[in-house]
């Protein structure tokens, strides 16, 4: 499996599962972009980190909720790689409180990142890929999104609009040879989930079949089989990677 000369785009790829995906198309000669929003220092270790390794990146901070940030950002990257490949919807955040807890800013504020993201870069992006007629969207779902999670209703409910946007999207975009899919992760060893005690984990992994959390690897072990010829026939699926969780 190589990726030479593919360009990648990953949102929100500054740490976590983002950054396991990019490092993992890196070492196997794709052209990636790391993207964040907040923490430039991070996303420039990041950065740092692959091109030591030699591997071939670009890195654009920009806020992928906004379409014009998302505008400028494609722009940026057709000037120094050419038009993207494969896009990874990876950006999201999480908010955990009771329902009745929740503001109205907080419900856009996840809203807009989890799900009008993967509008924006799938808006933009597909443009070129239905040109080209090629291309692979992979969106980066969670199990709650069809489970649905108590005390995680607005993360649960983009995560769900997710999953059938991307069925929705395989369908429209496969006549243009554009596969579409998603990974619906169980619980993954990332900042995401450091807000847990110890107690909280322990009692998490109780419910997990595999008994530990799932690493950003493994993640991106699936990401770059369902951007690749070897998956050539899937679209339109939201494969669980979740270690069996009950
Ligand atoms: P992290 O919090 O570790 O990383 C999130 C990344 O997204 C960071 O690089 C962050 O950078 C970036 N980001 C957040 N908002 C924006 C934005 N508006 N524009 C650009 N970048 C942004 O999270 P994970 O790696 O754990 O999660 C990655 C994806 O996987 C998310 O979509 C999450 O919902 C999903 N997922 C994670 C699970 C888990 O257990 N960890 C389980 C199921 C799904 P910065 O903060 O600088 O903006």
């Known amino acids: 499996m190589d990726f030479f000369g593919k360009n990648v785009f990953i949102s929100g790829s500054s740490r976590g599962i983002g950054f396991a995906i990019a490092n993992k198309f890196a070492s196997l000669g794709a052209n990636v972009v790391l993207n964040s929003r907040k923490s430039e220092e991070e996303l420039d270790k990041a950065y740092k980190s692959l091109l030591d390794k030699g591997f071939s990146c670009y890195k654009v901070l920009s806020d992928v909720s906004d379409y014009e940030s998302c505008v400028k950002t494609f722009d940026e990257i057709k000037n120094v790689f050419g038009e993207v490949d494969i896009l990874i919807n990876n950006a999201g955040i999480s908010k955990i409180g009771l329902f009745q807890d929740l503001s109205p800013f907080e419900w856009k504020e996840v809203m807009d990142i989890n799900i009008g993201s993967v509008f924006n870069c799938t808006h933009i992006v597909s443009k070129s890929m239905i ?81 530990r959390y799932g690493t950003p690897d493994e993640i991106a072990e699936i990401c770059v089989f369902l951007a690749s010829e070897k998956s050539s026939y899937i679209s339109g699926q939201v494969i669980t990677v979740d270690g069996c969780m009950y």
């Not at 993360?155 to 554009?178: R, V």
């Not at 619980?187 to 009692?203: A, G, L, P, W, Y």
Request: contains cysteine; proline residues 1%.
């Open 131 to 211: 040109k080209n007629k090629k291309g692979s969207i992979i969106n980066i779902s969670s199990i709650w999104g069809d489970r649905g999670a108590s005390c995680e209703a607005v993360y649960s409910a983009s995560k769900g609009a997710m999953n059938s946007f991307t069925k929705a999207m395989a369908k429209e975009l496969a006549p243009s040879g554009i596969r579409v899919n998603a990974i619906s992760c169980g619980v993954i060893d990332t900042s995401m989930n450091s807000c847990f005690t110890q107690e909280e984990k322990e009692s998490i992994i109780d419910g997990i079949g595999l008994m």
